[in-house]
């Protein structure tokens, strides 16, 4: 996880681009002949790197047809679905009838609106910032990215709204026989601005709801896999704040109501783990629900290790920083390693190498003691749909 343990997280090397930041194309503007030039920066094309578009001239229509000066391929954008004129120095926008609908700022446009630099422009549900080059300043008035903060806030209401959060699995290994024992849910988003669980969670903090976007990313993963004949093992992630909250465990019953059968464990950052009592209780409500536990992203310390084990779980991820390029580590970073993996081991604790990215640390994690592993080397985080024929054979 990240260092502000952000849950439901990509690895550094899992996540996907989310978008160039690039500065616009100043080449576009000619020196002395522009005063100033407008600009919708976004996506054009679903997946595709932002775009810094001009408005060039106007009246300036955003639709489907070929002819408009933005064109949006998408099914829920009309042909000719808004235009821009322009009026003195002022930007102005009309909806030209649309199907869903044009957006500045989250409100419905009716008649014809001013817009200003940095509001969110939506057609449909395409959203685009407005930019503008001002000769005056002698640069462009550009955010550092375009996936910012007022962009996130409006577009996480269509996130929970739609609950369009994507649960990605990556595959948990025996290194006994190989054999695939469950999956560790990651979170990612299909919605603009928000593609990682970093941009997710800081639009979550914004407005109180980080458990009920955890919680939802919970939800979808047993709903994505719960109707196989032999529903996988999911390892599920949690938010700090939840551990002291009185409706997670309502939540984890929700759950186990929804998908008996399911064996499910709950991930908990080490760093969280802070509070004995607190941990105690949960742990009580998690063996009446038959969820198991496991701490993630253990670091090597003795210390940290006693206080852990105080609540004993049933699982102990050990963070890739201990495991990357261990067969290749100098023979005392291994005794240390053999020595804390064996300590787990000895007491009834699943001791899991994390980030296991080539065959050889595989091997090497194996001849320490570790019983079980994740990373690159056994497989990438995949969509439900990817996972279907391995489930149904395991």
Not at 139 to 147: D, H, K, M, P, Y
Not at 207 to 232: I, N, Q
Request: charge should be negative; glycine fraction near 8%.
């Amino acid at each position: 996880m990240l260092p502000n343990m952000t849950p439901y997280d990509v690895k550094p090397q899992d996540a996907d681009p989310s978008g160039s930041t690039d500065d616009l194309p100043l080449a576009l503007l000619g020196a002395g002949q522009i005063q100033a030039l407008w600009f919708l920066s976004g996506q054009t094309t679903e997946g595709d790197a932002v775009r810094h578009v001009p408005i060039h001239s106007f009246p300036f229509r955003v639709g489907r047809r070929g002819d408009a000066g933005l064109v949006l391929s998408f099914r829920t954008v009309s042909g000719l679905h808004a235009e821009f004129m322009e009026s003195g120095d002022q930007l102005l926008l009309r909806d030209l009838d649309s199907t869903n609908g044009t957006f500045v700022n989250g409100n419905r446009v009716t008649g014809l609106v001013v817009v200003n630099q940095n509001d969110l422009v939506q057609f449909a549900e395409f959203p685009f910032r407005v930019r503008r080059q001002s000769s005056e300043r002698g640069g462009l008035t550009l955010a550092t990215s375009v996936c910012d903060y007022a962009l996130a806030l409006v577009q996480f209401d269509q996130l929970m709204t739609s609950r369009a959060v994507i649960p990605y699995f990556q595959p948990v290994i025996s290194l006994n026989d190989g054999a695939t024992v469950g999956y560790e849910v990651l979170g990612r988003s299909g919605v603009y601005g928000l593609e990682t669980p970093e941009l997710m969670f800081h639009a979550a903090s914004q407005l109180g709801l980080e458990l009920e976007l955890s919680r939802m990313f919970r939800w979808e993963a047993v709903r994505a896999s719960f109707s196989l004949p032999d529903p996988p093992h999911l390892f599920v992630n949690t938010h700090p704040k939840e551990i002291s909250d009185p409706g997670f465990v309502e939540s984890l019953k929700a759950l186990r109501e929804f998908s008996p059968r399911q064996k499910i464990t709950v991930e908990i950052h080490e760093s969280a783990v802070t509070d004995a009592a607190a941990m105690a209780t949960l742990r009580s409500a998690l063996n009446d629900l038959k969820i198991t536990l496991a701490y993630d992203d253990f670091g090597a310390g003795q210390d940290r290790l006693i206080q852990l084990i105080e609540i004993r779980p049933d699982y102990l991820k050990f963070d890739k920083g201990l495991v990357r390029d261990i067969d290749r580590a100098a023979g005392a970073r291994q005794k240390m390693l053999e020595t804390l993996v064996k300590m787990i081991a000895d007491l009834g604790i699943a001791p899991l190498a994390e980030g296991v990215e080539t065959e050889s640390e595989g091997t090497t994690c194996r001849q320490l003691g570790f019983h079980l592993a994740q990373g690159f080397h056994y497989g990438k985080p995949a969509r439900a749909s990817a996972f279907e024929v391995a489930w149904q054979n395991t």
